[in-house]
């Protein structure tokens, strides 16, 4: 069952069905057939999707335009075409879909719903892949009961001195939201060049590219769950820039504005969006439902009115592959300059 965007903050029945982009289409048995609990959701979409930059030298001709898959129908289209068969049995890299961290985050999530359990996905910043560096990262969460759960669907629990199965969050956590990231940026109690995609490319780095991660992370609560390298309102947050050679850049990056005044006030707009995020969060965990329930309709009443906070028909699509697109998200196609 799908469930259009409205001008009121989604319910926790909202995240227990399929948005058009967790919807797994023809594909819902092969989802269904996963058990929900977190070992079963890490062997599914670890078999299924292969991160593209952490194994390139592995990966087959075939296999480099997997990433601009988006829809999970789409992701599990390709993985069946390429090695038919239920998730979890162990697939060679060369058989899975390349993608991201955003591509195993929306199978979760869309494994979840279909069994009818709460999920969203998570946009910010991991601070467990490299010291001293917070990787661009996409985590899920699932609704347990009482709260919302936090999890790397990712990751092997061994492997991990914290709970990847139950995350610990806020500020300072292994996983900070693009909300908290950017807000203790602001307050100076942060470093922006220790945020983005790799410290070795420092132009995808820096406050207006976790700035663009808040848009992002407000889209995914909104159940709007966008690849990475889409953009949209170029004056808040956009898909790309260029690398300091003048070719195209990986995708992962925001444009930013020129003008000082609009920086300042793409700053602002930030600043609300983030504090909304983060209080509603933090409400949440403390069980104080009125605040949350506040700061949830503030966000979706934003979104709803105000275009440049929601991707809209259309997203600028800057792929990783070094092409760039418009993509329409209702037609469900990408027309590549």
């Known amino acids: 069952m799908l469930v259009p965007m409205s001008a009121t903050a989604p319910t926790l029945t909202d995240y227990a069905t399929h948005s058009p982009f967790s919807d797994p289409g023809a594909h819902a048995?092969?989802?269904?057939?996963?058990?929900?609990?977190?070992?079963?959701?890490?062997?599914?979409?670890?078999d299924a999707v292969v991160h593209y930059r952490g194994f390139a030298d592995q990966l087959s001709p075939e296999q480099a335009g997997d990433i601009d898959s988006r829809w999970a129908a789409t992701i599990l289209g390709v993985l069946q075409d390429r090695s038919a068969g239920p998730l979890g049995i162990g697939r060679a890299v060369t058989q899975k879909v390349a993608g991201c961290c955003r591509d195993h985050a929306l199978l979760a999530?869309?494994?979840?719903?279909?069994h009818g359990v709460p999920a969203r996905s998570r946009i910010g910043f991991s601070g467990y892949f490299?010291?001293?560096?917070?990787?661009?990262?996409?985590v899920a969460e699932r609704w347990d009961g009482s709260r919302w759960l936090r999890f790397d669907p990712e990751l092997a629990p061994e492997d991990w001195p914290f709970d990847v199965h139950d995350m610990p969050t806020g500020e300072g956590a292994p996983f900070e939201t693009a909300a908290e990231a950017w807000l203790a940026i602001r307050a100076g109690r942060a470093d922006a060049s220790t945020y983005g995609v790799d410290p070795a490319m420092p132009w995808l780095t820096g406050p207006a590219f976790v700035r663009t991660y808040v848009g992002l992370e407000l889209a995914h609560r909104m159940r709007e769950e966008v690849l990475l390298w889409d953009g949209w309102h170029p004056e808040l947050w956009a898909a790309g820039e260029p690398s300091p050679d003048g070719s195209a850049s990986s995708g992962e990056a925001p444009a930013t504005p020129a003008d000082e005044a609009a920086v300042a006030a793409a700053d602002a707009v930030a600043d609300e969006v983030a504090e909304l995020l983060v209080t509603a969060d933090r409400a949440r965990e403390r069980g104080d439902d009125a605040a949350a329930r506040q700061a949830e309709a503030e966000l979706a009443h934003r979104y709803a009115h105000d275009a440049r906070l929601r991707p809209g028909g259309r997203v600028l699509t800057m792929s990783p592959t070094g092409r760039k697109g418009t993509t329409d998200l209702t037609a469900r196609t990408t027309t590549w300059a």
């Open 130 to 138: 490299r010291p001293g560096f917070h990787h661009d990262h996409v």
């Open 109 to 114: 999530v869309a494994t979840l719903r279909e």
């Open 29 to 46: 048995e092969l989802v269904r057939a996963v058990a929900p609990d977190p070992g079963s959701l890490h062997a599914a979409v670890c």
